[in-house]
C-alpha cells in the first residue's frame, strides 16, 4: 500500500498525518460541550469543550425503541446541513418520503429554514431496496457515488442493526465494515443501534452483542423509564406514570467525554435535549428526600 513493501509506520511520520481534533455540531441542546479535548497551557491541563462529536469519529446511539435515537440523529443531519454540510441520511427502517417528512419538521422545530437545508441533505433508501439493505457492497457502492458527487461531510445510518436482521452472528463484520468504510472516506458518521432487550438498559450491548460497540469509537446510551412504582416515585420526585430519559455517554476513545448520566427530555415539537446531571437534577427536585 502507497508503495510500501511492509505495512509499519514510524509514530513522527503519522504525526502529520493525524485529523485535527474538533467538534462536529450535534443539533441537540446541551450536547455539544459534554464532549472535551485536553490541552496543556503553561504547564497546566486544561478542559476544553470541543462543541460537538468528535471530527471523524464513528459513533454508535444504542437504545430500546422510543428512546429517541432516531429524533437525536435526524436533529444532527439537519444541523449539519444548515452549517453548509452535506450528509446523507441511511433509512433502513422507514422508507424515504417519511424521512424527508421527519426531517423537515426537525427542522422546524429547531428554527431552521427547510428550503435551505433540503438541497444538502440526501436519503439511501434501504428501507424499500433490499439490496441496499442485504448486500453490503451495493450500498458501499451507493454510498461511495453520493459522498463523491455532492461532496458530503456526514453519514447517519438508522439503523445498523437493519443490515444485519436475522443474522445477528453477522453483525460485527457487518459493522467492522461499514466502520473501515466510513474511515476510508472521511466521514463523521452516526450509527443507530437496536438494543434487543431491556435488561440492563444503560449498559452499551447493542443488539449484535458488546463486540459492536467495540469496533466503533465511541457509544451514546439512551434509556426511557416509565415510574410505575412509589419507590421509583419517591425516588425520582415524579409522579407516577411520568418518563424518565436518561442519556449518557458510554465511551470515546477519540477524545474525553463527560460519562455522568443526563436527564434527557423530548420537548413537544420532538427535539431531543439534554436536560442536566442526574444527581444534580434529582437534588433540586426532590431526589433523596
Ligand atoms: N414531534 C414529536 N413530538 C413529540 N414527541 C415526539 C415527536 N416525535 C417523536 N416523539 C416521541 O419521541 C420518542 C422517541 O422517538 P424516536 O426518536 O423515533 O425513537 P427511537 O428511534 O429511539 O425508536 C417517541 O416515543 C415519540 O413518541
Ligand atoms: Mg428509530
Avoid at 498525518?17 to 503553561?42: M, W
Avoid at 444504542?62 to 429524533?71: E, F, I, P, Q, Y
Avoid at 436527564?263 to 420532538?270: A, L, P, Q, R, S
Wanted: glycine residues 10%; hydrophobic residues 40%; neutral net charge.
Amino acid at each position: 500500500m502507497g508503495g510500501r513493501d511492509y505495512e509499519i509506520y514510524s509514530v513522527e511520520e503519522l504525526k502529520s498525518r493525524a485529523p485535527k481534533l474538533f467538534g462536529v455540531a450535534s443539533g441537540v441542546e446541551g450536547l455539544d460541550d459534554l464532549f472535551y479535548k485536553v490541552e496543556y497551557e503553561d504547564g497546566e491541563i486544561i478542559k476544553k469543550p470541543l462543541g460537538g462529536y468528535p471530527y471523524l469519529g464513528v459513533l454508535n446511539i444504542t437504545g430500546v425503541a422510543d428512546t429517541g435515537k432516531s429524533l437525536m440523529v435526524e436533529q444532527f443531519a439537519v444541523k449539519q446541513a444548515s452549517l453548509g454540510y452535506n450528509t446523507i441520511f441511511v433509512t433502513v427502517e422507514t422508507p424515504k418520503e417519511f424521512i424527508a417528512q421527519s426531517l423537515k419538521y426537525r427542522a422546524m422545530a429547531m428554527g431552521i429554514d427547510f428550503g435551505e437545508v433540503e438541497k444538502r441533505l440526501f436519503i439511501i433508501d434501504a428501507a424499500s431496496n433490499a439490496q441496499l439493505r442485504e448486500d453490503l457492497d451495493v450500498l458501499f457502492d451507493t454510498l461511495a457515488y453520493g459522498i463523491k458527487e455532492y461532496n458530503v461531510k456526514n453519514v447517519v445510518i438508522d439503523s445498523i442493526t437493519g443490515l444485519f436482521e436475522a443474522k445477528e452472528v453477522m453483525a460485527r463484520m457487518v459493522v467492522r465494515k461499514v466502520y473501515n468504510f466510513l474511515k476510508k472516506w472521511h466521514q463523521t458518521a452516526l450509527l443507530v443501534s437496536q438494543k434487543r432487550s431491556s435488561s440492563e438498559e444503560m449498559s452499551a450491548e447493542a443488539a449484535g452483542g458488546y463486540g459492536v460497540a467495540h469496533i466503533v469509537d465511541g457509544t451514546i446510551v439512551l434509556y426511557k423509564k416509565v415510574i410505575m412504582t412509589r419507590y421509583d416515585s419517591n425516588t425520582f420526585g415524579l409522579p407516577i406514570g411520568s418518563v424518565v430519559r436518561l442519556f449518557r455517554i458510554d465511551g470515546c476513545r477519540m477524545t474525553g467525554h463527560d460519562s455522568r448520566t443526563y436527564v434527557m427530555e423530548i420537548t413537544e415539537t420532538g427535539l431531543v435535549k439534554i436536560v442536566a446531571p442526574l444527581a444534580d437534577y434529582y437534588k433540586k427536585t426532590g431526589f433523596g428526600r
